[in-house]
């Protein structure tokens, strides 16, 4: 499986940005897809994953109720939609992709094979 990542850029504080993750290859082995996050100097931190098949979606609390990971799979795709940006948002955005049933695992990096390149969000203050 092969994740391309895109949408970043720079945005302002309160502004909305989406990011899209493409997958290629054995998309049929997908299970889960993730979004994460590093900031600079920080380790990769949990932001949203979604089942791909079902309705099953999972935030961490600080974007709870601001993004909203969603999925078209006819496109292969995967959004995450980010409104009410902040300044600690900012940081490279990563998809990742699992072909296990991770279950109550998915907000951990390792649980996923397969990552896109990453692509940087900026929100300015």
């Known amino acids: 499986v092969q994740l391309q990542a895109s949408g970043g850029g720079l945005v302002q504080a309160g502004g909305s940005r989406r990011l899209s993750c493409v997958a290629s290859g054995r998309t049929f082995s997908i299970n889960y897809m993730g979004w994460f996050r590093q900031a600079p100097g920080k380790e990769h931190e949990f932001v949203a994953a979604?089942?791909?098949?079902?309705?099953?979606?999972y935030y961490t609390d600080s974007v709870k109720g601001r993004f909203t990971i969603s999925r078209d799979n006819a496109k292969n795709t995967v959004y995450l939609i980010m409104n009410s940006l902040k300044p600690e948002d900012t940081a490279v955005y990563y998809c990742a992709a699992s072909s296990i049933p991770i279950l109550e695992k998915y907000y951990r990096p390792g649980s996923y094979e397969y990552w896109g390149q990453g692509t940087l969000v900026t929100v300015s203050s």
């Open positions: 979604i089942r791909w098949s079902g309705a099953s979606t």
